[in-house]
């Protein structure tokens, strides 16, 4: 069996017949939880392996070549922990292995359902540890979300290296999200997608920034979308009306997509600027170069991507960071990130798409200093 470097060979079982990888809630999570699935499949490329999600998280595991089969875990109500169906279904599947990098006491009851022998999840105070057969100790360094989650392969004796996720999406859905963004934005410039929401005010850059950005994107020769995820098409609309006031021309604004529609228009722009949140991973697992505006969660953590791949990280260093507020007063952390940085941040994004100019820099810009 070939093990990619850093994987270790020496294992005390044999290879696992079925494995199931959960990662319940959250989509950016899922994406981040995809290297699991390749480090799986590269050390037991006989495996079956399973991915059980949320119907929203599910998405990012479908099509993936490392990935046999997606089940989608729907909202139930107590006692039960999944739909009666899908309980039966986890239970036929016969898993050897069960890796939940959710933890919670569903997942964890889940875990124990499904009657694996190894059942690999976080260490938690309370019962819930016990239906784990083998428990991950909490980690104290300020290790990425992705080597974070490779660390529940140590008890089946890999050591996978580091690698970037990615969503795989079909032919069909490339050229369909391709065509959405040629009718709104056709194509003759680099395009630019601005994705300005988040559910947490904590997390957002000031609207007025996002609407500047887009006026100053013609400077450097492109153009500007402003994209909405659910109930976020209000705002989208008011950064692209205040990007076209005082005669300017506003943006168009794409919104009411399902999310792998989304993601197909993503992988179609030549660059994305975006806040903590899912888009800030569906863009790099796209191969999209994206500029991340952080404000008060850890960058070390929530931005693991590579400036050589044209990522752009736009963080301030600031005595209060990170705080993991969901609403503040001060906002400093935001409000320090100006509209020159992240334009000059999405030139260097731009350089290294496929409309790359020859004359635009290609430097990272890293964390700013306070």
């Known amino acids: 069996m070939a093990f990619r470097a850093g994987m270790s060979a020496n294992r005390p079982f044999q290879a696992p017949r079925r494995i199931l990888l959960t990662r319940l809630r959250r989509i950016g999570d899922a994406i981040l939880a995809l290297p699991v699935a390749d480090a799986l499949r590269e050390a037991f490329p006989e495996s079956v392996i399973d991915f059980l999600a949320e119907a929203g998280p599910a998405q990012a595991a479908e099509g993936h070549p490392a990935i046999d089969r997606v089940l989608v875990l729907r909202r139930t109500f107590p006692p039960l922990p999944a739909p009666l169906g ?3 279904s986890l239970r036929a599947r016969q898993y050897d292995c069960v890796i939940d990098l959710y933890g919670n006491p569903r997942t964890a009851l889940l875990a124990a359902w499904t009657g694996a022998a190894i059942r690999i999840g976080p260490m938690r105070s309370g019962p819930r540890g016990y239906l784990y057969s083998h428990r991950l100790p909490p980690v104290r360094e ?41 009718r709104a934005l056709p194509p003759g410039v680099p395009r630019v997608g601005v ?13 007025e920034r996002f609407s500047a950005l887009i006026r100053g994107l013609p400077q450097i020769g492109a153009a500007g979308i402003v994209l909405a995820g659910p109930g976020e098409e209000p705002l989208a609309v008011r950064v692209a009306e205040l990007a076209g006031a005082g005669g300017g021309v506003r943006p168009p604004v794409l919104g009411g997509l399902t ?24 863009g790099p697992a796209l191969q999209v170069p994206t500029v ?39 906002m400093d952390c935001l409000d320090w ?8 941040a999405t030139r260097v994004a731009i350089a290294h798409s496929g409309n790359a100019r020859g004359d635009a ?7 700013l200093p306070a």
């Open 259 to 282: 999310l792998r529609a989304y993601w197909g228009v993503l992988a179609a722009l030549d660059a994305l600027v975006t806040v903590d949140g899912s888009p800030l991973h569906a």
């Open 292 to 330: 991340g505006i952080l404000g008060p969660t850890v960058p070390e953590i929530w931005f693991p991507y590579s400036a050589r791949d044209g990522h752009q990280l736009l963080c301030r260093e600031i005595w209060c960071r990170p705080c993991h507020r969901h609403e503040c007063a001060r």
């Open 361 to 367: 820099p290609r430097r990272a810009l890293g964390t």
């Open 86 to 88: 899908l309980l039966a």
């Open 195 to 207: 994705h300005p929401g988040n559910r947490w005010p904590a997390k957002r850059w000031p609207e």
């Open 142 to 182: 300020p290790l990425s979300a992705v080597a974070h989650h490779l660390k529940a392969l140590e008890p089946l004796g890999i050591q996978a290296g580091l690698s970037s996720p990615r969503i795989h999406l079909t032919e069909q859905e490339r050229i369909e999200g391709r065509a959405r963004l040629d």
């Open 337 to 344: 990130i100006t509209v020159e940085d992240a334009l000059r």
